[in-house]
């Protein structure tokens, strides 16, 4: 599977971005997906996860109520709706698909089998 980030930018606090990541392959529809984002100098950090069909979306806390995951099968594609964004939410921005990510842990960068390349969300204040 190939994942191409896009949709990143630069914004003011408060606007809004929807990244998505398309997906290669036939069998997207089978993958559990997340999101991830790293800062400069910092690890990198778990946004959110949902499962094949999208119904069980799963947050940290710090975007819980701001961001939103969703996927469409059809299209192969998920995306990551970001509402009221702050400067700390500036990072590169991750796409992941896994296979098995719940028994491994969705929050953690190594239960993911691929990986998109990244796009850089930038918010001023």
């Known amino acids: 599977v190939q994942l191409v980030d896009s949709g990143g930018g630069s914004v003011q606090a408060g606007a809004s971005l929807r990244l998505s990541c398309a997906a290669s392959?036939?069998?997207?529809?089978?993958?559990?997906v997340g999101w991830f984002r790293q800062a400069p100098g910092k690890e990198r950090e778990f946004v959110g996860a949902t499962n094949w069909s999208g119904d069980m979306p799963f947050y940290t806390d710090s975007v819980k109520g701001r961001f939103t995951i969703s996927r469409d099968n059809a299209k192969n594609t998920m995306y990551v709706q970001m509402d009221s964004l702050k400067a700390e939410d500036t990072a590169v921005y991750y796409c992941a698909v896994g296979s098995a990510i719940w028994s491994r842990g969705p929050g953690k960068a190594d239960a993911y089998d691929y990986w998109g390349q990244g796009t850089q969300v930038t918010v001023s204040s």
């Open positions: 392959g036939r069998r997207f529809s089978s993958y559990s």
